[in-house]
């Protein structure tokens, strides 16, 4: 069993900074990619970034060169720092983590809420 705990998130204003933390409890050597999506009030859930164990990372084009995901396998914790945040960013941002063996998005934390003023 997995769990998946984010917090980090809260109000600021365009041009700010927020870093979200997803820690991960339980069998987390069942966990091989993770990552972070997010969902706005009338779009549909997309994915955000991702990193596997070995620290290869994805993004999706409306967050390069703006957010950064890291993760630290000691700690079994992923990060998001994001930068230079939008109003368009503002949505639920939730963790997720692939199962290993292929399963992708087996396990979801409850999602923490991020909202980014004008």
């Known amino acids: 069993q997995v769990q998946l705990a984010e917090s980090g998130g809260g109000l600021v204003q365009a041009g700010g900074s927020l870093r979200l933390s997803c820690a991960a409890s339980g069998s987390i050597f069942s966990i091989n990619r993770m990552g972070w999506h997010r969902q706005a009030p009338g779009k549909q859930r997309e994915l955000v970034a991702t990193i596997t164990r070995g620290g290869t990372t994805n993004y999706a084009d409306s967050v390069k060169g703006r957010f950064t995901i890291s993760r630290d396998n000691a700690k079994n914790t992923v990060y998001l720092q994001m930068n230079g945040l939008k109003p368009e960013d503002t949505a639920v941002y939730y963790c997720?983590?692939?199962?290993?063996?292929?399963?992708?998005?087996?396990?979801w934390g409850q999602g923490t809420q991020v909202t980014v003023s004008t």
């Open positions: 997720t983590g692939d199962r290993v063996g292929g399963i992708i998005e087996a396990y």
